[in-house]
Nanobody, 119 residues
Framework: EVQLVESGGGLVQPGGSLRLSCAAS????????GIWVRQAPGKGLEWVSG????????YYGESMKGRFTVSRDKVDNTLYLQLNDLRIEDTGVYYC????????????WGQGTQIIVSS
């Protein structure tokens, strides 16, 4: 069974940083895009960032540019998201996903990890 397991969420003050990890089991990201999506309380899903696993090319949502960095470890088959300068509006559940298509549609999802940005 494919599993994507996120970790690294938590409570952080505005301006703080966190690093999310997404470890895969029974699955390889090779040939997929690594995707991060979030859901703020009471809102819909918002695409955060993506990375082409093979080329390492990265993409970001507009409000994340310059603050978030997506990366991957091809040896450990792990997806990462470094979040800096966190804002209250970054609060939400962050999901990692893997998609094989060209439009960031996810084929597999993790269970999510919560980030709360609060003073």
């Amino acid at each position: 069974e494919v599993q994507l397991v996120e970790s690294g969420g938590g409570l952080v003050q505005p301006g703080g940083s966190l690093r999310l990890s997404c470890a895969a089991s029974e699955f390889t990201f090779v040939g997929y895009n690594g995707i991060w999506v979030r859901q703020a309380p009471g809102k819909g899903l918002e695409w955060v960032s993506g990375i082409n696993w093979n080329t390492g090319t990265t993409y970001y949502g507009e409000s994340m540019k310059g603050r978030f960095t997506v990366s991957r470890d091809k040896v450990d088959n792990t997806l990462y998201l470094q979040l800096n300068d966190l804002r209250i509006e970054d609060t939400g559940v962050y999901y990692c996903a893997a998609g094989s298509g060209g439009n960031w549609v996810a084929d597999y999802w993790g269970q999510g990890t919560q980030i709360i940005v609060s003073s």
